[in-house]
């Protein structure tokens, strides 16, 4: 996030905006002028400020990640893009039930949901959850409609129905402990304004963000809102993807291997308040996935 930086020159004070940009190994400054005076609409300076960083810096690339990840998939015939879709959705399943616990490795994930083949020491929870992702996913891919509540819950209810039924497809009621962070999830009770205030944003925000930041955030609010006893993390990357894949642009694995840094830029911004963490986190693992497309 950008902060204000004071200078003074021949006794006079100027303000100005300052924002550190990471460009490979190097960190340079931008810098945008305030006047003698902080302005009081400084909050909406700040953000026209970043967009216009993250025009700069990430957009351009965004997009012609999704204009060359358009002419491979145009290029390639329909029984090879089925396997390379099940071949993402076999290591998305794997890696964000892996986050979340699940102790099938990629291997029993493959055998399970390619060829129907449990794991014989597999937990059967872990199976079922790893079968109803997959068919959530499929599901999410084809999907119509537009993100809503309704649809959400669908999914949580066909992923958890046969696992956890007692908080499959509920918002929670109760409150609950995201276990390693200092992360206090909201109470139960604001949960109902939450999310009817997270759907009204994505509505309006649909419309005109960029749609990786879009995707980011529709990510980092779900799961900071955190309506559900369990699972909130997967439905999180499942409506991540969904906005991904909706615009035509490759969907994103967040690897069990980068936990840690997903965690952390999650965890900055949630104490912090500021999703600005969370979304250069995102932009560079999305660009580092993508590299075959620049």
């Avoid at 055998?111 to 109803?132: F, H, M, W, Y």
């Avoid at 799961?223 to 991904?244: A, W």
């Avoid at 967040?254 to 104490?271: C, F, G, H, N, P």
Wanted: glycine content about 4%.
């Amino acid at each position: 996030m950008p902060f204000i930086k004071k200078l003074r020159r021949n006794g006079n004070v100027y303000y100005y905006l300052e924002h550190s940009v990471r460009d490979g190994d190097n960190v340079y400054k931008k810098r945008k002028y305030l006047g003698k005076r902080i302005p009081e609409e400084i909050a909406r300076i700040k953000t026209e400020f970043v967009e216009s960083v993250y025009e700069e810096q990430w957009y351009a690339k965004f997009e012609e990640i999704k204009v060359c990840y358009g002419k491979a998939i145009r290029k390639t015939p329909q029984t090879v893009r089925a396997k390379n879709t099940e071949a993402f959705m076999v290591r998305f399943t794997y890696d964000t039930q892996r986050i979340e616990g699940s102790k099938l490795s990629l291997q029993d994930t493959s055998n399970l949901l390619t060829r129907k083949v449990a794991p014989k020491n597999g937990s059967l929870d872990d199976i079922k959850e790893a079968e109803a992702h997959k068919k959530v996913f499929y599901s999410m891919l084809s999907e119509k409609k537009e993100l809503s509540l309704g649809l959400v819950l669908s999914w949580h209810s066909r992923l958890f129905d046969e696992t956890k039924p007692d908080v499959a497809g509920k918002i929670r009621d109760y409150p609950v402990i995201i276990s390693g962070s200092e992360f206090i999830p909201p109470k139960a009770n604001r949960i109902p304004e939450l999310l009817e205030e997270f759907f009204d944003w994505y509505s309006e925000a649909r419309k005109e963000s960029n749609p990786i930041k879009l995707a980011a955030l529709v990510h980092l609010k779900f799961v900071t809102i955190h309506p559900f006893g369990d699972g909130n993390g997967r439905i999180s990357r499942l409506m991540m993807n969904f906005v991904l894949n909706r615009h035509g642009y490759p969907m994103l694995d967040i690897k069990y291997t980068s936990r840690k840094d997903y965690y952390v830029a999650l965890r900055e911004a949630q104490l912090g308040k500021d999703e600005n963490e969370f979304l250069v986190w995102l932009f560079r693992r999305y660009i580092q996935e993508n590299e075959m497309y620049l």
